[in-house]
């Protein structure tokens, strides 16, 4: 069974840093593509971050450039969001989601972890 | 990085059909097969429920179903049921620009 599980969220001031891990089971994480998504409290899901298996290729939503870092760590089986210089409009339900990718070339983010919450206030 | 556009809200009462609307852009919906659509209740995560405009994933009700037409995407919930009730949200995997995924705003479904 394909598990995410996030960690890591809690309350951080303006400015400070919080480091997000997912840890994955049940699949191959070498060979999966991941995203970061989140989610602002009543809010619709923003697309944050997202890394190819070998850490080949990484992207990163205008929002986050330059604050945020996307990593992972195929031998623990486990992605990462380094999250510095937080703001309050980073508040938020932290996702990591699994990219599945068809021969044909249609990508979806089929699972989903149950999400970390980061808030950002003084 | 721009969002796609789906209405606020949509209701109908059980039994009814309701379709929801995803109007993107040329470089997302118009441009790519690779058309999302989530299904989240409340305090839980999104979960995938249409994929490739128009696939189900296995164990999800043949009542979803979806299409797309130029730069826009529709979902469409047949027979629906008060567990139908969320919020569900359309996205799209662009390489314009760089590789990102785009979401929309989100639909809240109300059964009535």
């Known amino acids: 069974e394909v598990q995410l599980v996030e960690s890591g969220g809690g309350l951080v001031q303006p400015g400070g840093s919080l480091r997000l891990s997912c840890a994955a089971s049940?699949?191959?994480?070498?060979?999966?593509?991941m995203n970061w998504v989140r989610q602002a409290p009543g809010k619709g899901l923003e697309w944050v971050s997202y890394?190819?298996?070998?850490?080949?290729?990484?992207y990163y939503a205008d929002s986050v450039q330059g604050r945020f870092t996307i990593s992972r760590d195929n031998a623990k089986n486990s992605l990462y969001l380094q999250m510095n210089s937080l703001r309050v409009e980073d508040t938020a339900m932290y996702y990591c989601?699994?990219?599945?990718?068809?021969?044909?070339?249609?990508?979806?983010?089929?699972?989903w972890g149950q999400g970390t919450l980061v808030t950002v206030s003084s | 990085q721009s969002a796609l556009t789906q209405p606020a809200s949509v209701s109908g009462s059980p039994g009814q059909s309701i379709t929801i609307s995803c109007t993107g852009a040329?470089?997302?919906?118009?441009?790519?097969?690779?058309v999302s659509w989530y299904q989240q209740h409340p305090g839980k995560a999104p979960k995938l429920i249409i994929y490739g405009v128009n696939n189900r994933p296995s164990g999800v009700s043949s009542r979803f179903s979806g299409s797309k037409s130029g730069n826009t995407a529709s979902l469409t919930i047949s027979g629906l049921q008060a567990e139908d009730e969320a919020d569900y949200y359309c996205s799209s995997y662009t390489s314009s620009n760089t590789p990102h995924w785009v979401f929309g705003g989100g639909t809240k479904l109300t059964v009535l």
């Open positions: 049940g699949f191959t994480f070498s060979y999966y593509e």
């Open positions: 989601a699994r990219v599945y990718r068809t021969s044909d070339g249609i990508l979806r983010l089929d699972y």
């Open positions: 040329s470089n997302d919906v118009a441009d790519y097969n690779s």
């Open positions: 890394i190819y298996p070998s850490d080949s290729s990484i």
